[in-house]
C-alpha cells in the first residue's frame, strides 16, 4: 500500500482546501493557484506533490472501503447463519418466545402466499383471478393468496406457507 508523502505545510493547507472547496471557495482557490509564481515547469512540480498526495489518498480510501465492503458482507451472513439456526432450533422445539438477555427472540410464521405449479393449466383459474396478457394468461397471485385464506376452493391451487424467521427486537 502507498504512504503518504512529506508535504510542505503550504503543500498540505493547499490539498485541505481542495478536498471541502466547492463554488466560490474553488474559485478563490483558482485564482490562489494562478497567483503562484515560477516558471511552468516550477507550478507543475509544486502541483505535482498535491496531485500524488491525492492519488495515494485515493487508492487508500478505495483499499479501506473495499475491506469494510468484505468485513460487511461477511458479517450479514454469519448474522443470516445464525439466525437459520436459532430459526431452525426454535422450529425443533416449538418454541414461540424467548426473553434472552440481550433482546427477545420470537419466532414468526412466513407470509402465505398461493402456490401455483410450473404445469398449472391457467384456463382453469376463474376469471377475477386472471390477468390476461396477449397470448398469456397469468394469474394475479395476491388475489388467489386472499381467496385461499378466505376459504375459497381452486382447482389446483394451494396455500404454500413461507419459511418460518426470526424477529430480533
Known amino acids: 500500500m502507498p504512504t503518504t508523502l512529506e508535504l510542505t505545510e503550504q503543500h498540505q493547507q493547499l490539498l485541505d482546501e481542495m478536498y471541502f472547496a466547492d463554488g466560490e471557495e474553488l474559485e478563490l482557490i483558482k485564482s490562489r493557484l494562478d497567483a503562484i509564481k515560477g516558471t511552468a515547469e516550477q507550478r507543475i512540480n509544486f502541483f505535482s506533490s498535491i496531485l500524488l498526495e491525492c ?3 485515493t487508492q487508500s480510501r478505495k483499499e479501506q472501503k473495499d475491506r469494510a ?3 460487511h ?10 439466525k437459520t439456526y436459532i430459526t431452525e432450533l426454535m422450529s425443533e422445539f416449538n418454541i414461540k418466545k424467548v426473553e434472552c438477555d440481550e433482546c427477545t427472540m ?3 410464521h412466513g407470509r402465505a402466499t398461493a402456490f401455483i405449479p410450473e404445469d398449472f393449466d391457467y384456463n382453469l383459474l376463474p376469471e377475477q383471478y386472471k ?4 397470448e398469456q394468461i397469468k394469474a394475479n397471485k395476491n388475489d388467489i393468496t386472499k381467496a385461499l385464506k378466505a376459504g375459497e376452493e381452486i382447482d389446483g ?6 419459511n418460518d424467521f426470526v424477529l430480533v427486537r
Open 55 to 57: 492519488k495515494i489518498n
Open 69 to 71: 465492503t468484505k468485513r
Open 73 to 82: 458482507t461477511t458479517s450479514v451472513n454469519a448474522e443470516t447463519r445464525i
Open 106 to 108: 420470537t419466532r414468526q
Open 131 to 134: 390477468t390476461i396478457i396477449p
Open 157 to 162: 391451487v394451494s396455500l404454500l406457507r413461507g
